[in-house]
C-alpha cells in the first residue's frame, strides 16, 4: 500500500509558530551563556591564556606560596571535620524523624533545617553571641563559672561546629527522601523473617540509605570548602586561614592587581567543589537502589521504654543548637554597646532603631539588598518558567543543556562566582563602553546567575508533575505554543513559581559569599554590611541587623510553609 | 466531519515498529473503535492522528489532505481535531466555562457567540448552567461530560477519544456509552474512540478495527467481528472464542459446510472459498449446548464447572480428545464433574486465515 504514498495534496510548510518556540530558545539560551557559562569560560581562559602547561604552572606557583597551602590544607581539614559533624547530625535526625515515633515531627524538623533559611554569617555570629563572655547563657545560675574570657569560637573548632550544623539539613534532607521513597513492606519483610527492629533497620535499611547518604555528605563537604560566612567570622579573627578567605583578604587588600593570583586561587578551590560534585552524581548514579514503592512508608517503630530519654535528648540538643543561638543573638542585640551584659536595667531597643533609622551604609543595604533580590527573583523566575517549559512539556535536548549549565554558578564556591564576574565585567562592556564592576549591577547579575539552578529546581518539578495531557488538550484545541504557555501552563505553574521567587529572594536578601567582593561604596548589601559591623568591632550593630534579617527571613518562610500546603511534591526544599 | 485515511503508516520507538504498514479508511461521520489489548499501539495511532507523535512511513490524509507524512508533520494545533483524554485533562484553574470554551477564545470568537456555544455544548452533555463551578468540584461523571462539551463546543471535524471510560466505575460507563452516541448524533463528526474493553466497542462503534502488535488484524461491523472473526486473534479476542482443529468435507452450500469435530459431523458457516481438508473453527460457549444421548450429539466429560451467578461456565473434554477442553455456559443445575453428558453443536465458524502450527 506504500505505493499509495505519493497521492494527495501536501497542505503543510506553513509552520511559523514554530519560529516563535525557536526565538524564545534562542533568547533564554544567550541569558543562561551569558550570565552562567561565559563568566566562569572568561576565569579558565585568564589562567589557561597562554596554553595548557603554563596555566598548570602558574597554578602551581600560586599554590606553592605557604599562605596558599596552609589555606588548602585547612579548608580540607576543617570542612571534613564538618562534614563528619553534618553527616552524624542529618543521619540520626533523618532516622528519628522517619523511623521513630518521636512526636511533634514537623517542629523538630522546622527546627533542624533552620540553617537553610538562616545565612552563614548570622550562624556564626549567633554562635558567637551564645558562647562568647557577653551570653545570657551565663545568667544562669551555676554556669556563671564557666564563662569563657576569649570566644572559644573563634577558630578551627568553631567553624567545624558551625559549619557541621549549618550543612547538616543537606545530609538530613538526602537520607531523609531516600527514606520516604523506601516502600514500607521491605522493613515489614525484615520483620516478618524475623528480625527486631534494630535488625532491620541495620541489615535493611541502613545498607539502601547509604548511597543517599553519600550523596548528602558530598553536598555538605562541597558546601563546606565553598562556605565563606563562617570562616570569615570565626577564622579571620581566630587566624584559621581558608580558601575563601585567603582569596577575599588578598582581592580586598591588593584590589584588581591580585585578580590573576586569586583567579588561580579560586580555580584551585573549584577543582575541590567539582571532585565532590562529580563523587556526588556518580554515587547516585551507580549505587542508589530504585525501589519501586507500593503502598505507604513506614510508619515508624515505638521507642518504646527509650521513648522519654530520647525526647528529651533531642529537644534539649534542639534547644541548644537551634533555639539558643538565635535568643543570644537577639539579647545581644538589645544591650547599648559591646561590653555590657544585658540586664532589666540595660536592656533597650536602641540598637535596633539606630540600624534602620540613623545607620547610613544598614539602610543603604536594606535598600539595596531588598532591591537586588526582589529584581532577582522576578528575573530568575521569568526566565525559569519558559526554560522549565521547553525542558519537561516540549523535551528540548538544548533546554536541557541550559539547565544543567545553570547548576554551575550555583554548586560552584560563591568566591569563585565573583572573581568570575569581576574578570567578566571588570572591562568595559563592548557597546555601552563603561564598567560595570563598582556597580550595583554587577551584584545583579552575579545573583541572576547564582540563583537561576534555585528558582528552576522547583519550576521543573512542578511543571513534570502537570499532567500532559493538560496541554495537549489545549493543543487540540488550537492553542499555539505562546499561547498554551500564556492560559494553561503558567497560571497552573503558579504557586511554583511563587515559591521558587520566594526562594530566590530568601537566597538573595542577606547573600554574603558573592557579594563579599562585589560590593561597592554606596552599593553595599545587607549580609556584606553585617560583615563589616562585625569586623569593625561593633558586634552589637551588626547582631541588630542579623536580628531584622532574622525576622524578615522567618517571615517569608512562614509565608512559603502556608502557600507550601497547595504546592506539588519537591517544589520546596523542605517538606514537613 | 472528515474521511479520514491512513496509508502505510508505521512508527518506530526502540527499534521496534509500534505501529507497522498501518492503512485504514475511515469515513465522514463514521464512529470507529480501535479495539485492542494494551500495548497494542491503539494509543499510538490515536496519538499519531492527534499529531503528538511523529510517523517513520506512510502518510495521513484528512479529506484527502495529507496532515502527517515523515518529512512534514501538521502541528497538533493546527489539525481541528477535538480530542477527549482517559484523564479528562480538564484545566484546574478555569471554570467549567472556561474549559468548555477555550477553543473558542482561541479562534477569537467573540463574547456573546462564545458564550452561547458554551451554553449549548453544556446543554448538550447534560450540564445546564454548570458555567461556573470549578472543576474539582465536580465528579467523575461530570467532568467527562465537561471534557465532551469542549470537544463539542470547538466544532471539530473528527474527534479522538482515549479511552475515555477508563477512569468511570461500570454503572456510569453504561450511563456515559449513551452520553456518547448523543454526542455523536448531534455533533456528526467523525469518532476514533480506542478501548480495551470489547464491550464498550461494539456498543457504540459503526466499525470496529481490532489490532494486535502494530498491525490491523480485521475491520468491520460490531456483528461481523463477532459472527466472522479472520484469525485466531480476533476469534478469541472477541467474545471469549475457543479454537477447535476440523476437517471440512464437501464444498460450502448457501455459507454452511459439512465439518468433522472429534469425530463428530455437524455444519458450520464458512467463507465461499473454504476448501475441503482440515481448517481451524471458532466456536462461541453459546453454540455449545448439552443434548440427549445418542444421534447428532459428541459424547463428553465433565472437567470443571465454575458459577457465574446468572449461569455456570462449564469446561468439558469430547472423548475423543480428552486432552482438549471446550467451554460452555448452562443455566440450572450445574453437572457433576467427572459426569459424562453429550454435545450439540448449533454454530461455529470456520476461520478463514488458521493460526500457523
Redesign the interface.
Known amino acids: 500500500?506504500?505505493q499509495?504514498?505519493a497521492t494527495?495534496?501536501?497542505?503543510?510548510?506553513r509552520?511559523p509558530?514554530?519560529k516563535a518556540e525557536t526565538l524564545l530558545l534562542a533568547v533564554l539560551g544567550l541569558y543562561v551563556l551569558g550570565l552562567c557559562v561565559w563568566p566562569l569560560l572568561r576565569l579558565l581562559t585568564t589562567i589557561f591564556a597562554g596554553g595548557l602547561t603554563e596555566g598548570v604552572s602558574f597554578i602551581l606557583d600560586a599554590w606553592s606560596t605557604p599562605a596558599a597551602r596552609r589555606a588548602t590544607v585547612n579548608t580540607l581539614e576543617a570542612s571534613f571535620w564538618a562534614t563528619i559533624l553534618s553527616v552524624v547530625l542529618g543521619v540520626a535526625m533523618a532516622f528519628l524523624v522517619g523511623l521513630s515515633d518521636i512526636r511533634l515531627k514537623p517542629l523538630l524538623v522546622f527546627l533542624l533545617l533552620l540553617p537553610l533559611l538562616i545565612p552563614p554569617q548570622i550562624s556564626a555570629l549567633a554562635w558567637l553571641a551564645m558562647i562568647g563572655p557577653q551570653s545570657p547563657l551565663w545568667l544562669i545560675p551555676g554556669l556563671e563559672a564557666l564563662r569563657p574570657v576569649r570566644n572559644p569560637l573563634l577558630g578551627r573548632d568553631g567553624i567545624i561546629l558551625v559549619m557541621g550544623l549549618e550543612h547538616a539539613p543537606m545530609v538530613f534532607l538526602a537520607v531523609r527522601a531516600a527514606l520516604r521513597g523506601l516502600p514500607a513492606d521491605l522493613i515489614d519483610a525484615a520483620r516478618a523473617a524475623g528480625s527486631r527492629p534494630m535488625g532491620a533497620i541495620a541489615r535493611i535499611v541502613a545498607p539502601l540509605m547509604l548511597p543517599a547518604l553519600a550523596a548528602g555528605a558530598a553536598l555538605a563537604f562541597v558546601s563546606a570548602i565553598g562556605n565563606f560566612g563562617v570562616p570569615a567570622l570565626l577564622g579571620i579573627p581566630g587566624r584559621y586561614p581558608m580558601l575563601s578567605t585567603l582569596i577575599y583578604q588578598r582581592l580586598a587588600g591588593f584590589g584588581p592587581t591580585a585578580l590573576a593570583d586569586v583567579a588561580a586561587l579560586a580555580l584551585i578551590l573549584a577543582g575541590m567543589a567539582l571532585v565532590g560534585i562529580g563523587a556526588q552524581v556518580l554515587i547516585l548514579r551507580r549505587y542508589a537502589v530504585a525501589t519501586d514503592r507500593v503502598g505507604g512508608a513506614h510508619a515508624g517503630f515505638a521507642l518504646g521504654r527509650l521513648f522519654w530519654p530520647t525526647t528529651i535528648f533531642v529537644w534539649l540538643l534542639m534547644l541548644l543548637i537551634a533555639v539558643m543561638p538565635l535568643i543570644a543573638l537577639t539579647a545581644a542585640a538589645l544591650v547599648p554597646s559591646v561590653g555590657v551584659r544585658l540586664s532589666a536595667e540595660t536592656v533597650t531597643l536602641s540598637n535596633l532603631i539606630y540600624v534602620v533609622t540613623g545607620l547610613g551604609s544598614a539602610q543603604r543595604a536594606f535598600a539595596n539588598s531588598l532591591f537586588l533580590a526582589t529584581s532577582a527573583a522576578f528575573l530568575t523566575v521569568a526566565v525559569a518558567a519558559p526554560l522549565a517549559w521547553l525542558l519537561v512539556a516540549r523535551r528540548s535536548k538544548m533546554a536541557q543543556a541550559l539547565n544543567a549549565a545553570a547548576d554551575a554558578p550555583y554548586v560552584l564556591p560563591g568566591i569563585v562566582l565573583s572573581i568570575a564576574m569581576i574578570l567578566t565585567f571588570l572591562p568595559p562592556v563592548p557597546v555601552l563602553g563603561i564598567s560595570l564592576y563598582n556597580t550595583i549591577w554587577i551584584l545583579l547579575i552575579a545573583y541572576l546567575a547564582r540563583f537561576l539552578a534555585l528558582a528552576l529546581r522547583p519550576v521543573v518539578s512542578a511543571m513534570a508533575q502537570i499532567?500532559r495531557?493538560?496541554e495537549?488538550?489545549?493543543?487540540?484545541?488550537?492553542?499555539?505554543p505562546l499561547?498554551r504557555l500564556r492560559?494553561?501552563v503558567l497560571?497552573?505553574l503558579?504557586p511554583a513559581l511563587g515559591a521558587g521567587a520566594l526562594l530566590v529572594f530568601l537566597g538573595a536578601f542577606s547573600e554574603l559569599t558573592v557579594s563579599a567582593l562585589l560590593w561597592s561604596r554606596g552599593n553595599e548589601t545587607v549580609g556584606v554590611v553585617i560583615f563589616s559591623l562585625y569586623d569593625e568591632g561593633n558586634s552589637t550593630a551588626a547582631a541588630a541587623v542579623s536580628v531584622w534579617v532574622l525576622g524578615i527571613v522567618l517571615c517569608l518562610a512562614l509565608l512559603i510553609s502556608l502557600v507550601g500546603r497547595r504546592l506539588p511534591d519537591g517544589v520546596l526544599p523542605w517538606r514537613m | 466531519m472528515a474521511d479520514v485515511s491512513l496509508r502505510g503508516v508505521r512508527r518506530e520507538a526502540g527499534g521496534r515498529a509500534i505501529v507497522d504498514d498501518l492503512s485504514l479508511e475511515i469515513a465522514h461521520g463514521e464512529c470507529l473503535a480501535l479495539l485492542g489489548p494494551s500495548g497494542c499501539g491503539k494509543t499510538t495511532l490515536l496519538r499519531l492522528l492527534a499529531g503528538f507523535e511523529t510517523l517513520h512511513a506512510g502518510e495521513i490524509m484528512f479529506d484527502g489532505k495529507i496532515v502527517a507524512a515523515p518529512e512534514r508533520q501538521l502541528a497538533p494545533e493546527e489539525r481541528r481535531v477535538g480530542m477527549v483524554f482517559q484523564s479528562y485533562a480538564l484545566w484546574p484553574h478555569l471554570d467549567v466555562a472556561g474549559n468548555v470554551g477555550y477553543a473558542l477564545k482561541v479562534q477569537k470568537l467573540p463574547k456573546p457567540e462564545r458564550e452561547k456555544r458554551v451554553a449549548e455544548a453544556l446543554e448538550t452533555v447534560g450540564l445546564p448552567g454548570f458555567d461556573k463551578r470549578r472543576v474539582q468540584s465536580l465528579s467523575g461523571g461530570q467532568r467527562q461530560r465537561v471534557a465532551l462539551a469542549r470537544c463539542l463546543a470547538m466544532r471539530p471535524r473528527l474527534v479522538l477519544l482515549d479511552e475515555p471510560l477508563a477512569n468511570l466505575d461500570a454503572h456510569l460507563r453504561e450511563t456515559m456509552i449513551d452520553e456518547f452516541r448523543r454526542f455523536h448524533a448531534a455533533s456528526g463528526a467523525t469518532l476514533i474512540y480506542v478501548t480495551h474493553d470489547q464491550a464498550e466497542a461494539m456498543a457504540l462503534a459503526d466499525r470496529i478495527a481490532v489490532m494486535d502488535n502494530g498491525r490491523l488484524r480485521q475491520v468491520d461491523t460490531p456483528d461481523r467481528l463477532y459472527q466472522e472473526p479472520c484469525d485466531a486473534m480476533v476469534a478469541q479476542f472477541l467474545g471469549q472464542g475457543q479454537l477447535a482443529p476440523v476437517t471440512v468435507h464437501g464444498p460450502v452450500e448457501n455459507g454452511w459446510v459439512d465439518v468433522e469435530l472429534f469425530g463428530h459431523r455437524t455444519r458450520m458457516r464458512a467463507r465461499p472459498d473454504c476448501a475441503p481438508g482440515p481448517a481451524q473453527a471458532c466456536l462461541r460457549p453459546g453454540d455449545l449446548v448439552f443434548a440427549e444421548e445418542g444421534g447428532a450429539s459428541m459424547p463428553v466429560t465433565i472437567v470443571s464447572t465454575r458459577f457465574e451467578g446468572g449461569s455456570t461456565l462449564v469446561r468439558v473434554a469430547p472423548e475423543a480428545a480428552p486432552e482438549t477442553t471446550l467451554n460452555l455456559r448452562v443455566g440450572g443445575r450445574a453437572p457433576m464433574i467427572g459426569e459424562r453428558r453429550s454435545l450439540a453443536i448449533s454454530d461455529g465458524w470456520l476461520l478463514p486465515v488458521a493460526s500457523p502450527g
Do not use: C, K
Not at chain 1, 8 to 13: E, F, K, T
Not at chain 1, 472 to 480: C, D, I, L, V, Y
Open positions: 500500500m506504500r499509495a504514498v494527495g495534496s501536501i497542505s503543510l510548510g509552520r509558530i514554530m499532567e495531557a493538560t495537549e488538550a489545549a493543543q487540540m484545541s488550537g492553542a499555539g499561547y492560559t494553561v497560571p497552573m503558579a
